[in-house]
């Protein structure tokens, strides 16, 4: 009996949970299983950032064209631009070949799931907040400001976490991907049960407040 086609992976979690590196990770070890969905976007291509590759590069007018025409299967504006997954990424897709991974927001994992893709949507969550508040500090490129406004969406993003099916705990990367690969092959093994993802988010939660806390306790004293 032919297998049936493998489902669109999308990895969805708050920023700084390493989706970008599982995703890329993924790509890497197994390309025959999957490929990176490349995004729209209308922010200007970045240094070393090539079109077609990192992004598809549009304009406003464009950007808006699809939206209106139905043709993303999920989009957002941050900071004024736009950045979206075209629809086509995700359909009539082969089913002997790779099929796309998105590394996405809950927004746009919500707006791919209520477009009926079939999408096997996985949720990532970092073991704790000290390891993943260290992560978001650690990348280095981001002003203290800019650290407590991601924290602050990702607390919006962690309340929605229950309302998803599927978790994966990124506590060791190659453990992640191994659990990850398991999942889109059907055989996903022991997760984490409802009661145990609820406790690691009010844990989560709570370092994400008290970080914000102390990040603008000292913005205060240094005005």
Partial sequence: ?????????????????GKTTIADRLVRMRPDLFTL????????????????????FVSRSV???????GNLAEWAEVHGEYYGTPAENLEGLPGDGPVPVLDIDVQGARQVM???????????LPPG???WIDRLAGRGTESP???????RTALE????????EHFVVNADLDETVRRVLAAADG????LPEASEVAALCRGLEAGARSEIRRLEGARKERA
């Fill in 114 to 124: 209520k477009r009926g893709t079939g999408a096997l949507v996985i949720f990532i």
């Fill in 187 to 190: 055989h996903s093994g022991r």
């Fill in 1 to 17: 009996m032919k297998a049936p086609p493998r489902r669109p992976l999308v990895l969805v979690g708050p920023s700084g949970v």
């Fill in 145 to 151: 400001e800019a650290i407590a406004r991601r924290l």
């Fill in 157 to 164: 993003e962690l309340r929605a976490a229950p309302s998803f």
């Fill in 63 to 69: 950007f808006e064209q699809m939206i209106a025409g």
């Fill in 129 to 131: 907040p000290a390891e």
């Fill in 37 to 56: 969905s490349v995004s729209a976007t209308t922010r200007p291509p970045r240094a070393g950032e090539r079109p077609g590759r990192e992004y598809a």
